[in-house]
């Protein structure tokens, strides 16, 4: 570049459009390695997959050829009940354990907030569990629930909660409880620290005043933490969200799916298709319409919500 | 790792080459076998009297994953790409069809395949369009063990199965559980389903590929299965969580009276840290009135890489490796059953199979081969959704079982597979 138009105010006698002309220049050659990347490594795979999603191609049957459906694909999913059965098991997932984790995690972020002995030390325990692998994880968990071995049924017959060992995996309602008993074991540090990066944002003098006008913790919490906090928990919101929508490894490793297909998300009936039955279309199609709807909640919660991803409140 | 500038088969990094390759000939036949444990010993050691007797040829090893989904996964993505090796594909017994409607594998006819000499079941079982595309290689059949110590002899019919195994349990110091069997939602329960199914005379498919499984043997036979868990309450309700592994701990810890697994078991449940070591014996897995005792086929076969290079020098190893000798060597070592009836009347078969030969050739006989159609994998998820949904009772046996042959029907129907079946039958 020339250089002679440094940055900052406008220099008189140059004028103003050709210096700005040359600072978006400037602009977009030094961005444009990472959009070539980006392009590179995200939208060139997702061209691709959406190439691939408009035909019909099974590795396992070369005979049928590669040829071009359309939307056969998508006409496919949209018939295909047990599609609808992991969107359904998916969303309920996502809902189910968004709720208990912002709520746990506000308990403890409150609590962590607070200024006690030893503080430092269980914000890094609470840690643990969001730093153990998930895969590990969730045979810990699969350990817990075992019919004959896991604690969870000796616990529960000696204390007289149950009459006899429960067979957890085999019942759609029982396979669920340590599918999101271990989710919310897992994530809920991530947003407990979260939220109380946003409680400690919060200006102590507002609750001093609130103390002076008489009002109690209940309001206090209601009217100063929780709007102030609205950020924050938005954050969260979208990251959960959007995380707990794609989620397979755990309940890979936890239910497989089963019984039968009854816990069974997108992302595992999706990695079945694509990767275990290798059927490239009908698959792609799939993770386009996993992709689609992830992409939608994302631009819902950036539009509509107003989240600012960097935390500021507007 | 290349052939010195000899042979142009490219090995993948983690090919392990076997000894001997000192002996330097212009062939190089690759082929992944598994790379652990008594099995690989064996396998290396013939090997290596396969190039003692034949200079001219080389066997290198690939590794695979043991793990049969893995391996399919990975066969199938090296074939479609044309990968030239391996030139030797170690195959599960409902692979074959498969491979062999893509054109991926050759047909032995014209190398020169005997196939009198086998289990007249598993040369069905790797037959697709009235040509054998793989040999038999080893044989794994499902079997129903018993315990000599709670009764005399083993169940005649199934009804005889339920009652023993009741009585089993209502003995003062009786094991808590009558029977076990694999009954998580993957491929070994449709080989558990498969047995009793035969059992009240059904089957999966007609041979000329309609699904039939709703008929009603099919019901009953389901809705056995379900009794024995929910109504007789003589098998678990873990059942439907278990694989084989889970089914044999039960078993060997003596909290069982009978089992339906494979023959590995045997020689482990002899084992110092078993509890009915000694009071165990094998049977076939009986059946109802009308039906007959049916053992599911299990067992590797090999066959030839229709892009390899070298389709004569990897059909003279697979001879070698099929011959009766080898074959006899394996059983040694690995206590694998050989596919060749005729070797069950050799005295040496005698001392090296944990089961007495003449029983082991009985429930082989009576072994039967799963649908054999190249979209078998296919067919099976859906009958192993529909079967596992019946059992856990979130449908009756009748609906699940009609979804399933619906399902299966379609899937027929859309892949074409039953066309295609019709041309390599008549191109033959």
């Known amino acids: ?314 | 790792m290349r052939a010195r500038g000899l042979a142009a088969i490219l090995l993948i990094p983690l090919a392990a080459a076997c000894g001997g390759r000192e002996a330097g000939g212009p062939i190089v036949t690759t082929f992944p076998g598994s790379a652990v444990g008594v099995e690989a010993q064996v396998l290396q050691r013939q090997a290596a009297d396969f190039m003692r007797l034949n200079p001219d040829i080389r066997i290198e090893f690939q590794r695979v994953p043991d793990d049969a989904t893995q391996r399919h996964q990975l066969y199938v993505q090296r074939l479609n790409a044309r990968a030239k090796d391996p030139d030797i594909l170690q195959l599960d017994v409902v692979w074959t069809p498969e491979f062999a409607a893509a054109g991926w594998i050759l047909p032995l006819d014209r190398l020169g395949a005997d196939t009198t000499a086998f289990f007249p079941a598993t040369v069905q079982a790797n037959t697709w369009g009235g040509r054998l595309y793989a040999v038999p290689w080893f044989v794994d059949v499902g079997m129903l063990y018993w315990r000599t110590d709670l009764m005399d002899s083993p169940p005649a019919t199934l009804d005889g199965l339920v009652e023993r195994a009741r009585a089993a349990m209502d003995r003062p110091e009786g094991p808590p559980r009558g029977i076990v069997w694999q009954g998580a939602r993957y491929e070994g329960l449709v080989t558990t389903f498969i047995e009793i199914l035969g059992g009240f005379g059904g089957r999966i498919m007609t041979p000329d590929g309609q699904v039939v499984v709703d008929s009603p043997a099919g019901v009953r036979a389901l809705t056995f299965l379900v009794d024995e868990i929910r109504r007789w309450k003589v098998a678990p309700v873990d059942v439907l969580t278990w694989h084989e592994e889970e089914t044999r701990f039960a078993f060997q810890n003596g909290t069982s009276a009978f089992m339906r697994n494979w023959p590995y078991a045997y020689p482990l449940m002899n084992g110092p840290d078993s509890k009915v070591a000694g009071r165990f014996s094998v049977a076939p897995m009986p059946a109802a009135p009308g039906g007959h005792p049916s053992a599911a086929l299990g067992g590797s076969q090999l066959a030839v890489n229709a892009h390899s290079d070298h389709p004569e020098a990897a059909w003279r190893v697979i001879e070698y490796l099929t011959s009766p000798e080898r074959m006899l060597e394996r059983a040694r070592a690995a206590g694998q059953f050989p596919t060749r009836p005729a070797l069950y009347d050799d005295p040496r078969l005698a001392a090296d199979l944990p089961i007495p030969p003449d029983r082991a050739r009985a429930i082989i006989a009576a072994a039967v081969p799963r649908p054999v159609t190249p979209i078998w994998t296919q067919l099976s998820e859906i009958l192993q959704i529909h079967l596992h949904r019946a059992l856990v009772g979130q449908s009756t046996p009748e609906d699940a079982l009609r979804d399933a042959a619906r399902q299966m029907n379609r899937t027929i129907r859309e892949t074409g597979v039953d066309e295609l079946q019709r041309r390599a039958a008549a191109a033959r």
């Open chain 1, 1 to 314: 570049m020339s250089g002679s138009a440094p940055a900052g105010p406008p220099v008189p006698g140059v004028p103003m459009r050709g210096v700005e002309a040359a600072e978006r220049r400037l602009g977009w050659k030094l961005v444009a390695p990472a959009l070539a990347v980006i392009l590179l490594i995200a939208l060139f795979p997702l061209g691709w997959t959406a190439w691939e999603s408009l035909h019909l191609h099974d590795l396992r049957m070369p005979w049928r050829g590669r040829p071009f459906v359309g939307l056969g694909n998508y006409a496919q999913i949209a018939g295909d009940a047990r599609f609808w059965f992991a969107l359904l098991h998916t969303t309920f997932f996502t809902i189910a354990s968004i709720a208990l984790e912002l709520v746990l995690g506000l308990f403890l972020a409150l609590a962590m907030n607070r200024a006690f002995r030893g503080r430092g030390l269980v914000r890094a325990a609470v840690l643990v569990p969001w730093a153990i692998p998930t895969v590990v994880s969730a045979l810990l968990w699969r350990f817990l629930f075992d019919a004959q071995a896991g604690i969870a049924n000796a616990v529960l017959v000696s204390v007289g909660v149950l009459d006899h060992p429960l067979v957890w995996f085999v019942h759609a309602w029982s396979a669920w409880i340590p599918v999101i008993l271990a989710d919310v074991w897992k994530t809920t540090p991530f947003v407990a620290l979260l939220l109380l990066a946003g409680l400690q944002n919060i200006d102590a003098s507002l609750y001093e005043a609130a103390a002076v006008d008489g009002a109690d913790a209940w309001w206090q919490l209601r009217r100063i933490t929780l709007p102030l906090l609205k950020p924050a928990l938005l954050v969260v919101l979208i990251f959960r969200t959007l995380d707990a929508f794609r989620v397979f490894d755990l309940i890979y490793v936890l239910t497989g799916g089963g019984p039968g297909t009854s816990t069974e998300p997108l992302a595992l009936y999706t990695f079945t298709a694509l990767l275990q039955n290798l059927e490239f279309g009908y698959g792609s199609a799939l993770s386009i319409v996993v992709f689609a709807i992830t992409f939608g909640l994302a631009l819902f919660y950036l539009k509509v919500l107003n989240v600012d991803l960097t935390g500021d409140v507007r």
